[in-house]
């Protein structure tokens, strides 16, 4: 590594802070790119499972909720895509990315929602899980990151409780919509412990290294736990893992080990929806590509 | 920080030009400024790429303005802004602030002088 590389290291382990316009390593760059790129695919493609209960929600508070929450993701993917610009690569050469399938995004939208109890489950667990990371990135070493994740982690705290409110709603109905909600956690409890990702050691992830993350993916997942256990089983709600439990000595989560190449080959396409959410993607692209064609051509 | 200063080595940075000049098909950039509160600073947010000043009022509005969270958002296009930045103090200038002034010792001596030691809070640590 050299000097100036090894001294730009440093710098960011230190807590030192990056703006657009400043030197940075190559390799901060490229990996910065695909981070962040990841998030903004991420926001958009976890628009499409919530997108299929606008038209099914039990109520018109909940179909104003979700439509609402669905702008909101969109909006998320313009800020950070605009972000993702600043550093050199256009949205539409991300977009492209998106849709071929080079690029990823989150596991748990590769994903079919089946019911209700899932749309629940997603707003409260999915939004939840998701918030532990996007909390840690309020402290990644590219400031304008940093920054528009402030926002989204207050923007995504209506999220949760929207969620939350969907499944106490549910929980607290009949023994048919408790068990929509008991149904959806069985099928979702395992993308969602494969989340934060495989538990690599934080020293060794070089999102980590560089100080894109601020914490390492096993931390992310203990937090998560730690934090949504008990408001999961408080409810009456029963985990599908039956070795869950706390170590009360080492005050670490003991679970069943995910199989972390389900992970990997749902990150990489083949997951049960991934085809038909991407397919669904190139279509809009498509569909829409006459109204930037003309929105460009007349602001010329 | 906008991208504005002249370019680096680096050869990502030639690739990219990190932010200098809008990319084709974008439109252009317009930093976009907030106030949070009347009497509140005018701080800066984050930015819209949009093909005009009415397109930029419209994203900035749905993405900045949407809850009501702000009482006025400013839109400058990116290549107004001039940045500044480098301030050096090559004269070590301390006198123009306040770590400039070290005035415990004389203070005490003063106080010596006046007899007024014990009478000074903190006089016991002394």
Same mark, same amino acid.
């Given at each position: 590594?050299?000097?100036?590389?090894?001294?730009?290291?440093?710098?960011?382990?230190?807590?030192?802070?990056?703006?657009?316009?400043?030197?940075?390593?190559?390799?901060?760059?490229?990996?910065?790119?695909?981070?962040?790129?990841?998030?903004?695919?991420?926001?958009?493609?976890?628009?499409?499972?919530?997108?299929?209960?606008?038209?099914?929600?039990?109520?018109?508070?909940?179909?104003?909720?979700?439509?609402?929450?669905?702008?909101?993701?969109?909006?998320?993917?313009?800020?950070?895509?605009?972000?993702?610009?600043?550093?050199?690569?256009?949205?539409?050469?991300?977009?492209?990315?998106?849709?071929?399938?080079?690029?990823?995004?989150?596991?748990?939208?590769?994903?079919?929602?089946?019911?209700?109890?899932?749309?629940?489950?997603?707003?409260?667990?999915?939004?939840?899980?998701?918030?532990?990371?996007?909390?840690?990135?309020?402290?990644?070493?590219?400031?304008?990151?940093?920054?528009?994740?402030?926002?989204?982690?207050?923007?995504?705290?209506?999220?949760?409780?929207?969620?939350?409110?969907?499944?106490?709603?549910?929980?607290?109905?009949?023994?048919?919509?408790?068990?929509?909600?008991?149904?959806?956690?069985?099928?979702?409890?395992?993308?969602?412990?494969?989340?934060?990702?495989?538990?690599?050691?934080?020293?060794?992830?070089?999102?980590?290294?560089?100080?894109?993350?601020?914490?390492?993916?096993?931390?992310?997942?203990?937090?998560?736990?730690?934090?949504?256990?008990?408001?999961?089983?408080?409810?009456?709600?029963?985990?599908?893992?039956?070795?869950?439990?706390?170590?009360?000595?080492?005050?670490?989560?003991?679970?069943?080990?995910?199989?972390?190449?389900?992970?990997?080959?749902?990150?990489?396409?083949?997951?049960?929806?991934?085809?038909?959410?991407?397919?669904?993607?190139?279509?809009?692209?498509?569909?829409?590509?006459?109204?930037?064609?003309?929105?460009?051509?007349?602001?010329? | 920080?906008?991208?504005?200063?002249?370019?680096?080595? *680096?050869? +990502? $940075?030639?690739? @990219?030009?990190?932010?200098?000049?809008?990319? &084709?098909? /974008?439109?252009?950039?317009?930093?976009?400024?907030?106030?949070?509160?009347?009497?509140?600073?005018?701080?800066?947010?984050? *930015?819209? +790429? $949009?093909?005009? @000043?009415?397109?930029?009022?419209?994203?900035? &509005?749905? /993405?900045?303005?949407?809850?009501?969270?702000?009482?006025?958002?400013?839109?400058?296009?990116?290549?107004?802004?001039?940045?500044?930045?480098?301030?050096?103090?090559?004269?070590?200038?301390?006198?123009?602030?306040?770590?400039?002034?070290?005035?415990?010792?004389?203070?005490?001596?003063?106080?010596?002088?006046?007899?007024?030691?014990?009478?000074?809070?903190?006089?016991?640590?002394?």
């Amino acid at each position: 590594m050299d000097t100036r590389t090894q001294e730009f290291l440093d710098y960011v382990q230190s807590g030192g802070q990056v703006e657009t316009g400043d030197w940075m390593p190559d390799e901060y760059r490229s990996k910065l790119v695909k981070f962040i790129e990841m998030h903004g695919n991420s926001e958009l493609m976890g628009v499409l499972p919530e997108r299929d209960w606008i038209l099914r929600a039990p109520t018109l508070q909940r179909k104003l909720a979700l439509t609402a929450k669905i702008q909101d993701e969109v909006g998320h993917a313009q800020l950070i895509y605009r972000v993702v610009e600043d550093l050199g690569k256009p949205r539409s050469a991300c977009l492209d990315d998106l849709v071929s399938g080079k690029a990823k995004f989150h596991n748990v939208f590769h994903y079919p929602t089946r019911t209700w109890g899932d749309v629940g489950v997603i707003a409260w667990l999915v939004d939840a899980a998701a918030i532990v990371s996007q909390k840690a990135l309020l402290k990644c070493s590219y400031a304008p990151y940093a920054r528009i994740m402030k926002k989204i982690c207050w923007e995504e705290s209506f999220h949760i409780l929207h969620g939350r409110d969907v499944i106490l709603a549910l929980v607290t109905g009949t023994d048919e919509q408790f068990g929509l909600v008991q149904e959806a956690l069985d099928r979702w409890w395992e993308p969602l412990m494969h989340f934060h990702g495989n538990p690599i050691p934080a020293d060794e992830d070089p999102m980590y290294v560089w100080r894109i993350k601020s914490q390492g993916n096993e931390e992310a997942r203990q937090q998560f736990l730690d934090g949504y256990v008990p408001q999961i089983r408080e409810l009456g709600l029963t985990i599908p893992d039956p070795a869950l439990r706390k170590d009360e000595a080492t005050g670490q989560w003991l679970y069943t080990e995910p199989d972390w190449d389900e992970l990997r080959a749902v990150v990489t396409g083949h997951g049960p929806a991934s085809e038909e959410r991407l397919a669904f993607r190139r279509l809009s692209r498509e569909d829409v590509a006459w109204v930037e064609q003309v929105v460009l051509a007349e602001a010329a | 920080m906008l991208g504005a200063r002249a370019p680096e080595e *680096s050869a +990502a $940075a030639e690739a @990219g030009s990190a932010g200098r000049e809008p990319q &084709r098909g /974008q439109g252009t950039i317009f930093e976009v400024f907030r106030q949070e509160r009347k009497g509140q600073p005018i701080q800066h947010a984050g *930015s819209v +790429a $949009a093909p005009d @000043g009415r397109f930029a009022e419209i994203y900035a &509005r749905e /993405q900045y303005g949407r809850r009501q969270e702000s009482v006025a958002l400013w839109l400058v296009p990116r290549e107004a802004v001039s940045e500044i930045a480098g301030f050096p103090d090559e004269f070590e200038l301390k006198y123009r602030r306040v770590d400039g002034y070290s005035i415990k010792a004389r203070l005490r001596e003063a106080r010596e002088k006046a007899g007024t030691l014990e009478l000074a809070p903190g006089a016991a640590d002394e």
